[in-house]
């Protein structure tokens, strides 16, 4: 089946300490999206990259980081420089001209 | 740049009854417009989206939305609400088609 596959679901860390999160992709697809999720906030662009080894910073970028070395992966480092981590985070892919297609989401708490 | 307001973060219907769920965008060119649906800890869904063309556009589920260009409007309609239809619903806006800008999310809540 094709589809996103975002591990873990359920993330927890201690405070001060980086934690990436997973996002894989078998649709064969160009572009890959990051977005966190608050309650009553909707869903905030992170990171996105519309190509191998190129990647753009959305509108929330300060404490994350990405890496796009493959075209199905697109990980996400929270670091400890991320003044409040604890959300909901999506992971997206799009084809050209396609909708964006979203997986499961990671739900990150910092203990 | 756009943006997306969606009016009421909680809409609650009886089974049975119309659901509307608004939304209103501001782009300064013509745009893309998307509904979502979420259900608890799970990612978003498609619902429908308008690109060009026909202005009424159907979705899954029953689900169908109008694009107004007059009213900058967007708003989703089903003409009879299920139990299954109870999730949070998002509307979006893109420009180009690929970055998305979203509005807060609207709950919808049916009751028997």
């Known amino acids: 089946d094709g589809g996103i596959t975002q591990s873990p679901k359920y993330l927890f860390r201690k405070e001060g300490q980086n934690v990436t999160l997973s996002c894989e992709q078998n649709?064969?697809?160009?572009?890959m999206y990051w977005y966190r999720q608050d309650p009553g906030q909707g869903l905030r662009l992170i990171y996105y990259?519309?190509?191998?080894?190129?990647?753009q910073k959305g509108d929330i970028a300060e404490g994350y980081s990405v890496s796009r070395e493959k075209k199905e992966s697109f990980p996400l480092t929270v670091t400890s420089a991320q003044k409040n981590p604890t959300a909901f985070y999506l992971c997206?892919?799009?084809?050209?001209?396609?909708?964006?297609?979203f997986g499961d989401g990671t739900r990150l708490s910092i203990l | 740049a756009q943006s997306v307001t969606q009016l009421g973060s909680h809409v609650s219907v009886s089974e049975g009854a119309l659901v509307l769920l608004r939304c209103n965008y501001s782009?300064?060119?013509?745009?893309?417009l998307f509904w979502y649906v979420q259900y608890p800890n799970q990612g978003l869904q498609l619902l429908l989206k308008?690109?060009?063309?026909?202005?009424l556009v159907k979705g899954i589920n029953g689900f169908e939305a109008e694009f107004k260009k007059s009213e900058t409007s967007f708003h989703l309609t089903k003409p009879s609400a299920h139990m299954s239809d109870a999730a949070e619903y998002f509307c979006?806006?893109?420009?180009?088609?690929?970055?998305?800008?979203f509005g807060k999310g609207t709950l919808l809540t049916v009751n028997p």
């Open positions: 782009s300064s060119v013509p745009p893309y």
């Open positions: 997206a892919s799009r084809a050209t001209n396609q909708p964006q297609h």
């Open positions: 990259s519309q190509i191998v080894n190129d990647f």
């Open positions: 649709l064969n697809h160009d572009a």
């Open positions: 308008y690109t060009t063309g026909a202005t």
């Open positions: 979006a806006v893109s420009v180009n088609n690929y970055k998305l800008t």
